[in-house]
C-alpha cells in the first residue's frame, strides 16, 4: 500500500530541482497558458512515454472491477433469494458524456472508463460509509492492451531505483496517486493523460496508477471506455461493515515500516447472515 514513509510516495522527499519543475507546470496547467507544453516537466515527461520503460501490457481476457453505490429500492431479489443489482453497461459503466464530471484523467465531459484491479480497491475508491450497499462489476479487456504503468508497491518500484529518470517517475507515481479536493488540482494530471493518450508512434490505452484508498491497490483508466467489455449478470452487492484505518506516530516512522496489510475477511456463516440482511429489502 502506497504510504508516506514510501520514498518515492512521500511529495517532500522528492528533490528541489523536480519539484521546482512541478509547481511550474501545474501553475502553467492551472492558468490555461500554453507555455505548459514547453516546461521543463512536460518534456521531461514526453520524453518518457516515448523510451517505453514504463509501458505495461495487459492481455485480453483479464477482469477488472468497478464500485457504484446501489440503494435497497434499486436491488432485485429473485425467487432463490438472490440478490442482483445494475445489470446494464448504462448502470454500472462510465456515465454519459454530458454527465462526464473532471477526473484524474479527464477532463469534464470527455468519456474514460475507471476501473481497478482489486474488488477491494474499486470499493475503497468511492469512500463508502458503513452500512453502505456497493454494486460491484466487472469488466473484461477485449483486446491486448498496452498502458503506463505507475507502480504501487516498494517492490515493484526498485527496479526503476536506478534509473536517470527515477525521481521523476516518483514525482508522477504521487501526482496521480494522491488525494485531490479541488478539482482545478486535476489540470496537471489530465495534461499529461492528453500526452500519453495522443502520443505518436506509440499506442497508450490508459494509464494504471496506485490507489491511496486500497491496500497495495492499482487502479487503472482506459482512455476508451469500449476496451473492456461489460460483464452482464456477474455482479455483487456488497455491505460496508466496517472501517479500517492504520495509524502510526510520525515520530516512529522507519524505512521498516509497513501497514497492516489487509482488512479481515469475511466468513462463510457472515456471507450467509448478510444475505439475509440483503433479502429483507425485497
Request: hydrophobic share 35%; net charge neutral.
Amino acid at each position: 500500500m502506497l504510504n508516506i514513509d514510501s520514498p518515492h510516495i512521500n511529495d517532500q522527499v522528492n528533490n528541489c530541482k523536480i519539484t521546482f519543475e512541478w509547481n511550474t507546470f501545474r501553475d502553467h496547467c492551472i492558468e490555461n497558458s500554453s507555455d505548459r507544453f514547453k516546461d521543463d516537466f512536460y518534456k521531461r515527461v514526453e520524453h518518457l512515454i516515448g523510451s517505453c520503460t514504463y509501458i505495461k501490457r495487459i492481455q485480453k481476457g483479464n477482469i477488472f472491477f468497478r464500485a457504484r453505490n446501489i440503494g435497497p429500492e434499486k436491488i432485485r431479489i429473485d425467487k432463490n433469494h438472490v440478490a442482483h443489482g445494475y445489470t446494464t453497461i448504462e448502470e454500472a459503466g462510465a456515465p454519459p458524456t454530458k454527465k462526464c464530471k473532471s477526473g484524474r484523467a479527464n477532463m469534464p465531459q470527455e468519456k474514460v472508463l475507471y476501473l481497478a484491479q482489486e474488488e477491494y480497491t474499486a470499493v475503497a475508491e468511492i469512500k463508502p460509509i458503513v452500512t453502505q450497499l456497493i454494486n460491484i462489476s466487472q469488466f473484461k479487456i477485449n483486446s491486448d492492451i498496452s498502458v503506463l504503468n505507475l507502480p504501487a508497491s516498494n517492490d515493484e518500484f526498485q527496479s526503476f531505483e536506478n534509473r536517470e529518470d527515477s525521481l521523476l517517475i516518483k514525482k508522477l507515481i504521487w501526482e496521480f496517486a494522491k488525494p485531490i479536493n479541488d478539482p482545478k488540482e486535476y489540470l496537471p494530471t489530465q495534461c499529461i493523460s492528453n500526452l500519453i493518450k495522443d502520443f505518436k508512434n506509440i499506442k497508450y490505452d490508459g494509464i494504471m496508477y496506485a490507489s491511496m484508498c486500497g491496500y497495495g491497490g492499482q487502479n487503472l483508466v482506459l482512455f476508451d471506455p469500449n476496451t473492456a467489455d461489460f460483464v452482464a449478470n456477474n455482479e455483487e452487492i456488497v455491505r460496508i461493515n466496517n472501517l479500517f484505518y492504520t495509524i502510526v506516530n510520525i515520530n516512529k516512522l522507519t524505512d521498516k515500516f509497513q501497514p497492516e496489510k489487509s482488512p479481515i475477511p469475511f466468513t462463510q456463516s457472515e456471507l450467509e447472515r448478510l444475505k439475509v440482511v440483503i433479502s429483507s429489502y425485497k
